[in-house]
């Protein structure tokens, strides 16, 4: 297996658009200030000599509204397209200009000025170019590399990223918080959790808002997936889809830690019910087994899985946890003679069959102790 | 011995809390369901100052118990195992075993017929 990386800086446009200033607003605001504050002149002229028989300043108030309008358009103009929001402070700047004359569009101006250091959605597309690639050769591993020392190096390849994001500046690091959004895998998500205490606020920000998105995406998926056993309580496959959904959140690496109990016990309870539903489905055994085991109760999570194997012995990741437990005892027992016992058990067992060759999500570690023991020949 | 109680919507819960040696004793009166197991964790909370290593868990007076009951007594068992203690279910009557069954955890339990069987495997196989 070989990861390249690769980081690209390059924009024909950042020569033009300043990264401080855009100049596309530029124009837009000079004629704004000069209407707003011909206007404001007008009017102020008109009260001095003026009666109360004089006809509306209609010449000053069109000056007035093209201002605030100018103003408004400035702003939604400097942003550029890749900023969503770009509409919201248009129209607030506008307002703005509308309300406070001449004073309100230099503060709209201003407003804009000092926003310019808060995180956009996708500021790579703008102003830079940076991407970050990852290519992963597919299934062409050979036997001998599939040992736990490649697995140990292959998170060692990836793990200097986060070491150089103080190094990088802000659009590459934000480039390289979205490709491990792209990954999503639980290392990656942990990364973002690490670039999240950036000292620069683009980057924590950005990671942070990253981390939120995902987990309303999260949330969203549990609301309609509530409203629907809510509909239909006597469905078993909702309850099963649910618990999958709690567990998935669990692995994600998206769970805060200090939460981490109470999402435990609220994705067990989950869990119970969709197998008091479907007292069938041996693989709820096996999740039931491998929350046992997230929690360091290994023994527990083995003695599980030994019951669902007597139902259902192909399931792979309770087949992992026996192993587990098995390694364990022996190293806790410090007897590399009861390693070896435990090894001839492992694979004398119906159960000892081929292990995959990618790590599937939610193994962990015991894959990798399954790939030692194993290997492809004894598998 | 204290006792917390709460009622409502027909269904009914108590904790009763005592200690026996080094054990907590958590009696658990009606319908071990729903939103009503919030009074059980608040139960095991207040057993906490009591000290106590281990816990018995008297099931004899439950009605009945669903996936929020068992999911609170697997999170009382990982919390006294990582402290080194011990959780015994006792009092189980054929349905909650049938639930204990169908849910895998009869396997990672040590049960008891009564209180004084659970003190007496704690004093024997524990202490």
Known sequence: MSRTVAVEIESPRRHVLSPFFNLLGLPFFILAVLCSFYSAY????????????????????????????????????????????????????????????????????????????????????????AEMFVTVAEEEEPDDLQSLNLRVSEQAQVEPFVDMLPLADI??????????????????????????????????????????????????????????????????????????????????????????DYYWELTLSYLFEAMLAHPANAELGSDFAQLLSMQGLVPEAAQVAKQVLKKEPSLMQAQLLVLQDLFEQSVSEARLETLNTARKTALENAWAVRVPNKRKPGMGPTYDLARFWFGDEDA | MSELGRSGSGRHLEVDISTVDNASVLRVTGAFVGKQVALFRRACFQAQADEAKHRIIDLSEVEEIDGYG????????????????????????????????????????????????ALEYLKDGKE
């Open chain 1, 171 to 260: 659009p590459t690091a934000i480039a390289i918080v979205n490709r491990l959004r792209e990954r999503g895998e639980r290392a990656d998500i942990e990364m973002i959790r690490e670039v999240a205490t950036d000292p620069r606020p683009e980057v924590y920000q950005y990671a942070l808002s990253i981390i939120d998105k995902m987990e309303k995406q999260f949330a969203g998926e549990v609301y309609s997936l509530a409203q629907e056993i809510k509909e239909q309580p006597g469905d078993a496959q909702l309850k099963i889809e649910m618990a999958k959904l709690h567990i998935e959140y669990m692995q994600s690496g998206l769970l805060d830690e200090s939460l981490a």
């Open chain 2, 70 to 117: 068992m999911a609170a007594l697997v999170g009382l068992l990982a919390r006294r195992r990582r402290e080194g203690g011990e959780v015994v279910l006792c009092g189980l009557n054929p349905d909650l075993r049938s639930v204990l069954e169908a849910t895998n955890c009869d396997s990672i339990y040590r049960m008891a017929v009564s209180t004084s069987g």
């Open chain 1, 42 to 129: 007008l009017l102020l002229m008109q009260a001095e000599v003026g009666s109360t028989t004089d006809p509306f300043p209609f010449w000053a108030f069109f000056l007035h509204n093209l201002a605030a309008f100018m103003t408004g358009l400035g702003v939604f103009l400097a942003l550029g397209r890749d900023e969503e929001s770009r509409l919201g402070w248009g129209l607030f700047t506008s307002v703005f200009g509308f309300l406070a004359g001449p004073v309100g569009v230099l503060g709209a101006i201003l407003t804009y000025l000092m926003a310019r250091g808060q995180p956009r959605q996708m500021p790579l597309t703008e102003v830079v170019k």
